[in-house]
């Protein structure tokens, strides 16, 4: 997510380095005519500085967990939806993490379904146990995966239990 964030430009707003312009800051002069300019560059900052939250919270939103939703309010700056939503990450309860584990250890492949789609599923859940004792290491995964497909798969079952458990991946699992 900082990734994201550092290469759209928008990690000052999450960190709250970008704060809101203040009025006050552009209009403090005299003369009428530079307070018309001042005026104007507060608008421009203030609708930069709009887009730019804007689109840092989109982006947050768009790659946060959706169970986490619920922390970014609509009245949250950037700044203040990132704290939230590293909070809440911060603190995973044993309940979530345990349903998420059992969600992994029970998830099933039916032919005719999308073996990527299945296979990010798994990643992904995995990726929410990232900061937990509950996190799947590479081979529990790629095991877990391989138990996942059902009887019409046994041969490439029966072909990676060939290979050397030791050092067998979810990665080499998934190559094309």
């Known amino acids: 997510m900082v990734t994201l964030l550092q290469r759209t430009g928008l990690w000052p707003y999450a960190k709250g380095e970008e704060e809101e312009p203040e009025i006050s800051d ?35 939103k768009t790659y946060i967990r959706p169970d986490l939703q619920y922390v970014i309010t609509d009245e949250m700056t950037a700044s203040q939806a990132w704290n939230a939503v590293k909070a809440a990450y911060e603190k995973q309860t044993m309940v979530g993490t345990t349903a ?24 992904q859940n995995n990726l929410y146990l990232l900061n937990t004792p509950l996190h799947l290491n590479d081979q529990i995964l790629s095991t877990r995966l391989l138990a996942s497909l059902p009887p019409s798969w046994e041969p490439l079952r029966m072909t990676i239990n060939t290979w050397d458990t030791t050092k067998l991946t979810f990665g080499e699992l998934i190559v094309d």
């Open 26 to 60: 552009a209009i403090s002069l005299a003369d009428q005519t530079a307070q018309s300019s001042a005026q104007e560059k507060y608008k421009q900052a203030m609708r930069i500085w709009r887009i730019n939250n804007t689109k840092t919270i989109g982006a947050l």
């Open 100 to 123: 998420t584990l059992q969600a992994i250890m029970s998830k099933t492949f039916n032919d005719g379904e999308n073996l990527s789609e299945h296979i990010g599923w798994m990643r």
